[in-house]
């Protein structure tokens, strides 16, 4: 149960991840065109590795992989609604 709450975290973490890419928001615009390709495809790349060792941790019986990534997906999902929102 615990390897498939954090798929589904993941899913989400994704998710978010390209809202926020995709929102148009000032920071992105900011970026150059070349920097933002190199830029997405490193931070996508970084979610999946984190993505990749929670699941791993959590298969492997550690149940504080499943706690670290539901940290890290309320954090992530908290920036991610303050840049969709325009809060900052």
Do not use: K, Q
């Not at 065109?33 to 699941?55: D, H, I, K, Q």
């Not at 539901?70 to 840049?83: H, R, T, V």
């Amino acid at each position: 149960m615990a390897l498939i709450v954090t798929f589904l975290l993941g899913i989400g973490n994704f998710a978010w991840h390209r809202a926020v890419l995709e929102s148009g928001h000032a920071m992105m615009r900011a970026v150059s065109p070349g920097a933002y390709r190199a830029a997405r495809t490193v931070s996508l790349g970084l979610e999946f590795v984190l993505l990749c060792a929670a699941m791993l941790a959590i298969a492997d019986g550690h149940l504080a992989g499943l706690w670290a990534y539901l940290l890290y997906s309320a954090i992530n999902g908290g920036a991610a609604w303050l840049i969709l929102s325009r809060r900052i």
